[in-house]
Structures are given as C-alpha cells and as structure tokens.
C-alpha cells in the first residue's frame, strides 16, 4: 500500500509555531502535497515538494526528505483561521497526478 | 472566476436508489476527478477523466458505480442501487492538465446520506 501516516489531532496556541509530521511509504514516490481544509469545506491546495529540503511560502513552510519517507508542514505566527485539517498527499506513478490523502491532522488553535 | 460547482449540495436517498452527482469543473481544465470522503477517513481517489477519457477508473468501489465525462466538460457520477456504506461527501477536482505540478481545485462536494 502507500501508508501515509499523520497525527490525528494536534493543539497549538494563537502566535505560535506548529510542526505536522507525515511518513510515507517511498516506492514510486512522485511528490509530497499538503492540503488545508477547514470544516465542510473543499480542500485547498498549500504546497507541493518533489525534491527534498524546506520550502517556505509565507507563513506556512513544507519540508520533504525523500530518503527517509518523511515531511512536515509548518506552521508560524499561528492565527485562530488556521484552525482546520490538514492532509498531507503522496503522489504516485501513473502519468498523472495520482495522489493517495492521508486521514489528515485537526489542528485546534487556542487564544 | 468561477471555480469548481458541484450539485446537488445534499442529497438524501433511499437505499436501493439510484443517484447522479454533477461536478462543473474550471473552464478549460483538461483534468478532473473524483473523491470520496468518509467520516474518519482520508480522501479516496475514484476516478481520473482526461478530456472525456477515463484512464484510471481504478478506485471506484464496485459495478454500482460509474462515471462519464461529456464535452471535457461536465462530469456525472452514478451511483447504482445505493447502499448505507456510500454515506459520505463526494468531491471533484479539476486541473489545468494531468500531469503532477498541475494544481487540483476542488469543488465544495456533495453530502450524500443513504437512509
């Protein structure tokens, strides 16, 4: 399978920084994505690595090393907007971007 | 400009019904796709369409259900015989082109209940 695995919940405090891990199963790894969807909404689409190292956009950073089946998302200056889930998704082979979303990561930002 | 719409925005059914979800996707995306969201679960892939072609129909759970795209345009997903197990928010993608760099937009979904 295409494993992706990432916490299920996280909590975090208005104005501060938080880190969302995801490990993935490597074999025919196409590029890493992280989507933000708040409740009953549509995913948004946030960033996309295929090669490793921090990719930084604003207040939101992603991080990919492909060696160890690993990246993160993450989050500065935390607003109370931010909270929503947070899906991370492994592209595959298939000569389209066939992409498998994790179960996701609730954040809850407090004041 | 507009997005991706989807219709109906619910929809409750009798198990056993047939049912048609609608997805419009962007204006010129050659794209597009279809997902299920469960409650608890990750997004799952359905069906990929390439203009009115559908190379990957790997993810569609059963016979019961079927897509057709027509004009690259608009897209219907028909789900047959509709069992409680197909409860979930059905949502559309579309992209410029297929390839990986290529951004998915996502429509707001449908709320199907299976009753």
């Known amino acids: 399978g295409q494993n992706i695995d990432q916490p299920t919940e996280m909590t975090a405090t208005e104005g501060a920084i938080v880190q969302i891990n995801c490990t993935y199963q490597?074999?025919?790894?196409?590029?890493l994505f992280w989507y933000q969807q708040h409740a009953g909404e549509a995913p948004t689409f946030l960033s996309y690595n295929v090669l490793d190292g921090l990719e930084e956009k604003g207040r939101f950073s992603s991080f990919l090393s492909r060696s160890k089946g690993y990246s993160y998302l993450l989050l500065k200056e935390l607003q109370m907007k931010d909270s929503a889930s947070y899906l991370c998704a492994r592209g595959g082979s298939g000569g389209y971007q066939k992409v498998t979303f994790g179960i996701g990561t609730k954040l809850q930002v407090i004041p | 400009g507009a997005g991706v719409s989807q219709s109906p925005s619910n929809k409750v059914t009798e198990k056993g019904k047939d049912v048609e979800l609608r997805c419009d996707p962007i204006s010129g995306h050659t794209a597009l796709y279809w997902y299920r969201q469960s409650l608890g679960q990750g997004l799952e892939f359905l069906i990929y369409?390439?203009?009115?072609?559908?190379?990957?129909k790997s993810g569609l759970p059963s016979d019961r259900f079927s897509a057709e795209r027509t004009g690259g345009s608009v897209s219907t997903l028909t789900i047959q015989r509709t069992q409680q197990e197909d409860s979930a928010v059905y949502l559309c993608?579309?992209?410029?082109?297929?390839?990986?760099?290529?951004?998915?937009?996502f429509g707001p979904g449908t709320r199907l209940t299976v009753l």
């Open positions: 369409f390439q203009g009115n072609s559908a190379p990957d």
């Open positions: 993608a579309s992209s410029l082109a297929g390839g990986m760099t290529n951004t998915q937009y």
């Open positions: 490597t074999s025919g790894f196409n590029g």
